[in-house]
């Protein structure tokens, strides 16, 4: 858990990507994705909990940590020292870790002509400023990279190229990535399971397609009805309703409660419990949809206590 005063950032979450995996993390501004990779780089403390990579637990930032995590920020200036040479840049992890430079390597790994590691920050495009960053977080090869929205800062095709760059980088296997975004379609490109994120707590996770061809919970189903894609192209879509509240401690119920059309007076009073099949669970008191239903605008109760 992560507490900022009486903000619950993150709360009961547990999250686990196997090796070779891309797990993508979804869900509105505010509602903790950033904040879980700083927990997984060490940088946030956590009130409870813990986390481990590669079996050995996270106790904040220490010396050797970017050879486990590498991090790719949405702003590339916050991984590249703007009055660096981006060789520089590139090659620092491997400097501190006392490792032999391999940047020309890792410049080309990620598209980029050798001959840009002479210039200066300013001097690349948006895209390769981003390749450059991401040359940097697999420096030191780690095992996992986290992605923040990597691509939200560049334009269309620029967007293109860093998800096309990340889509063969995760093809090599090597290395496991938690792709952080709110652009569902991407998510549903690049990652094989996915984690939907509502103030701060895990609402739904499991295999991608599943989730995105059979959500279980109504803001999964929100959200992919407010996603602009092929399938929704002429619908109108639905918001989400309502105000997300603040995580202010509110322990009792379902967060969701508040903006659910489906709410039931159990949803006021109790906590939903994981449910699902087959790794795709949620945390809702009824399973989404009805089979068969339109939507989702029935549900099944599955809760005899309503
Ligand atoms: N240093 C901080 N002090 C107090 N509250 C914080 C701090 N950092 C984050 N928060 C709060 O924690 C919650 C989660 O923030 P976080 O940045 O993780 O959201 P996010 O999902 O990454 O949002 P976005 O999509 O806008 O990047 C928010 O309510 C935010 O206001
Ligand atoms: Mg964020």
Redesign the pocket.
């Known amino acids: 858990m992560v507490a900022?005063?009486r903000?619950r950032?993150l709360d009961g979450v547990s999250l686990r990507v196997e090796p070779g995996e891309t797990l993508g993390i979804v869900?509105?501004?505010?509602?903790?994705?950033?904040?879980?990779a700083r927990v997984v780089l060490g940088l946030q403390p956590l009130a409870s909990g813990e986390v481990r990579v590669d079996g050995r637990p996270v106790k904040g930032v220490a010396r050797g940590q970017a050879a486990q995590v590498g991090m790719v920020w949405q702003d590339p200036f916050a991984s590249l020292d703007p009055r660096w040479k981006i060789r520089d840049s590139v090659a620092e992890p491997q400097r501190l870790a006392g490792q032999v430079s391999s940047v020309e390597g890792l410049l080309s790994q990620v598209g980029l002509d050798p001959s840009l590691g002479d210039r200066y920050p300013h001097e690349l495009s948006g895209g390769q400023r981003q390749r450059a960053a991401i040359a940097r977080a697999l420096a030191l090869r780690p095992g996992l990279v986290l992605l923040d929205?990597p691509t939200a800062a560049l334009d269309l095709s620029m967007q293109a190229q860093i998800l096309n760059l990340i889509s063969e980088l995760r093809r090599s296997g090597e290395t496991s990535f938690v792709f952080i975004s709110?652009d569902l379609a991407t998510v549903r490109y690049l990652t094989n399971r996915v984690a939907v994120?509502y103030l701060?707590k895990v609402v739904e996770s499991g295999p991608t397609e599943a989730v995105f061809a059979h959500p279980k919970h109504p803001y999964t189903s929100a959200l992919i009805a407010a996603s602009p894609s092929i399938e929704t192209i002429g619908k109108l879509p639905p918001p989400v309703q309502g105000e997300a509240l603040?995580a202010e401690n509110k322990t009792i119920g379902c967060r969701y409660a508040s903006r659910c059309q489906f709410r039931d007076a159990v949803c006021e009073r109790q906590e939903p419990e994981w449910r699902g099949e087959q790794s795709h669970f949620a945390a809702c008191h009824f399973v989404f949809p009805l089979p068969g239903s339109e939507d989702g605008k029935s549900l099944t109760k599955t809760n005899s206590d309503v």
């Open positions: 900022f005063g903000t950032a869900g509105e501004s505010g509602c903790g994705k950033t904040t879980l929205e709110h994120l701060g603040l």
